[in-house]
Nanobody, 120 residues
Framework: QVQLVESGGGLVQAGGSLRLSCAAS????????MGWFRQAPGKEREFVGGISWSAGTTSYVDSVKGRFTCSRDNAKSTVYLQMNSLKPEDTAVYYCAARPVWGSFSNGYWGQGTQVTVSS
């Protein structure tokens, strides 16, 4: 059974940092791309950043470039989202997701989400 389990969310003041973790299990993810998404109240879910498991190639939405960093630890089957210089508009539920390199996140695997709240 494939599982993606996020952790590391919480309450932080603006300008602070958090590191989210996503522990993946149940299959090999070597041919997968891991993504981080977020959904704020009343808004659609949006892509935040992603990393290819094999090559470590990353991509980010413009609003987080220079502040957020995706990384992975192959030995621990865990991907991370380091979030620095957090802003109140970063407040959302953050989700980890996985898709095959040839597929889409909509047909991939998803975690349960972790709440991130940034106070002003």
């Amino acid at each position: 059974q494939v599982q993606l389990v996020e952790s590391g969310g919480g309450l932080v003041q603006a300008g602070g940092s958090l590191r989210l973790s996503c522990a993946a299990s149940g299959r090999s993810f070597s041919n997968y791309v891991m993504g981080w998404f977020r959904q704020a109240p009343g808004k659609e879910r949006e892509f935040v950043g992603g990393i290819s498991w094999s090559a470590g190639t990353t991509s980010y939405v413009d609003s987080v470039k220079g502040r957020f960093t995706c990384s992975r630890d192959n030995a621990k089957s865990t991907v991370y989202l380091q979030m620095n210089s957090l802003k109140p508009e970063d407040t959302a539920v953050y989700y980890c997701a996985a898709r095959p390199v040839w597929g889409s996140f909509s047909n991939g695997y998803w975690g349960q989400g972790t709440q991130v709240t940034v106070s002003s």
